[in-house]
């Protein structure tokens, strides 16, 4: 738990969202922002502020991370039709929340090259 990191907030039930789905490991709720018919951010309950700052030992929990995803884009009825999972890292990629997370993107055409 990071002091005034929002999603470290959200994880512990500070600030509410919209929780769609959780566990010991992560957390998974609406984005506030949607940029998609499904919009799903996935957090891990630990905080590590971005993808540069993932190591070893976090292994199994991207990976559990990663299946979630998979899994919910099933639940969500958008597996068939395709789907994105986004990771921006750091603000030239317009990482904004410093606290890694997984966009769940779904319900519309996404377009190649991402902008
Ligand atoms: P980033 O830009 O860091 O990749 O993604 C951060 C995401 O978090 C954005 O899509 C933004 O809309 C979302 N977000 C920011 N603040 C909140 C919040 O307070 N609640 C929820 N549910 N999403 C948020
Ligand atoms: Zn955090």
């Not at 502020?49 to 976090?58: A, C, I, K, Q, V």
């Not at 994105?84 to 990482?95: F, T």
């Amino acid at each position: 738990m990071m002091k005034d990191c929002l999603f470290c907030k959200i994880a512990k039930g500070d600030i509410p969202a919209n929780i769609i789905h959780e566990d010991e490991q992560i957390v998974v709720f609406d984005d506030i922002n949607p940029q998609a018919q499904h919009h799903k951010i996935i957090i891990p309950r630990k905080h590590i502020s971005t993808l540069n700052d993932l190591h070893e030992e976090d292994k199994l929990l991207a990976g559990h991370m990663m299946l979630t995803a998979s899994q919910l884009a099933k639940k969500l009825g958008i597996a068939e039709e395709g789907y994105r999972l986004v990771v921006n890292c750091n603000a030239g990629a317009g990482q904004t929340v410093f606290h890694i997370h997984f966009h769940l993107l779904g319900g519309r055409h996404f377009s190649w090259p991402p902008g």
